[in-house]
């Protein structure tokens, strides 16, 4: 362990045996979605399909998220389950997206998810009244007890270079897989190398965690979405030029699934994890498209959430992305519940 390393993990020490001596219980169930790794492991499209889910289930759940990078102060709403109530620059762009996507299901923002949570329960009318809560990107959130810790583990780049932050991606050293109920290897559509790395990693993973069951999971490309809202199927993009940019954790796997759709990519611009663009960036990345004469202009949904406001061309399109896992997943996860 580096010098810096070892700062963060005394920082990192200190805070969770504070937190954990502090924790704080809400009166319903809770489950937390998250991961040990720096962005890339696709918590947004589990979190959206864990919710969706539940209130399949008759569940009435509520996301608390911190909505990272928004500045308004929690905790508030970025959506009673109808149209978000904030703006990208309020809201962070993962909480707007979850609010673009999930209606009947609110969204808390806060930094201190108890906070959060007491205050949906006071706040909301009895027929959204939340009977479950889901914490977006909760796994270091040790503050508030959860009833089950689903952690997401990206089976591309599991670890990274298997150092702490800052000169690694890892938030917590690994052997916290203990912590976790559910595992789940997301991406594997994406690795090629999966059948013969696959035992090593559950093997990996079974070192630090007996007891809990292990899934895999698919983030595959449903549908490609223009700013209107009206969408395509994919077999609409066969044929077709695209030049794409992103600015999210793992740039490599975005330009991997739109491979993946069989479509013709020109270019690939990539900014930094949840960058804010700029009229001059979206300009830039018009004059590169129309450089490799591409007839459509391709970014994720959650890039999307980042150019409201700014003026698009009509040529801008997303993908969207959906989290598929065997259902027994869900059956673990909310079977034991009270719908």
């Known amino acids: 362990m580096t010098t810096l390393e070892f700062l963060y993990y005394l920082g990192y020490s200190i805070k969770k045996c504070h937190v954990f001596k502090n924790q704080k219980r809400l009166p319903h169930k809770v489950i937390s979605v998250g991961n040990i790794t720096v962005g890339g492991t696709g918590k947004t ?23 990272y990078r928004g500045t308004a102060k929690g905790p508030c709403f970025v959506s009673r389950g109808e149209e978000p109530l904030l703006d ?10 979850m609010a673009e996507k999930l209606k009947g299901i609110p969204i808390v923002k806060g930094k201190d998810r108890y906070k959060a949570g007491m205050f949906a329960l006071s706040s909301l009318p009895l027929a959204l009244s939340p009977d479950l809560f889901i914490l977006d990107d909760g796994f270091q959130h040790w503050g508030l007890l959860r ?13 990274g270079n298997r150092r702490l932050l800052p000169l690694g991606l890892l938030r917590e050293p690994i052997n916290v897989i203990k912590r976790a109920d559910s595992i789940v290897i997301t991406r594997t559509d994406e690795n090629r190398e999966l059948e013969t790395e696959a035992n090593s990693l559950i093997e990996e993973i079974r070192q630090y965690n007996t007891r809990a069951s292990i899934f895999f999971a698919e983030h595959k490309p449903s549908k490609f979405i223009l700013i209107t809202g009206d969408s395509f199927s994919l077999e609409w ?15 490599q796997s975005f330009r991997g699934t739109l491979l993946s759709a069989d479509i013709e990519l020109i270019g ?3 900014f930094r994890d949840h960058y804010r663009y700029s009229q001059g960036d979206i300009q830039e990345v018009i004059r590169n498209a129309k450089r490799g004469s591409a007839d459509w202009i391709v970014t994720t949904e959650k890039d999307i959430m980042r150019l409201k406001g700014l003026e698009v061309p009509e040529d801008l ?5 959906e989290f598929n896992v065997d259902e027994r997943f869900y059956e673990e996860v909310l079977g034991g519940f009270d719908g």
């Open 237 to 251: 993009a066969k044929e077709k030029r695209f030049f794409a940019f992103c600015g999210i954790g793992n740039p």
């Open 88 to 97: 990208e620059y309020q809201a962070g762009d993962e909480a707007l997206l």
């Open 147 to 159: 009833d089950k810790d689903i952690l997401l583990i990206d089976s591309t780049n599991p670890f």
């Open 268 to 270: 690939f611009k990539t």
């Open 45 to 67: 499209p589990a979190t959206i399909a864990l919710a969706k889910e539940a209130k399949k289930r008759g569940f009435k759940p509520c996301i608390l998220t911190r909505g």
């Open 317 to 321: 399109i997303s993908l969207g992305i």
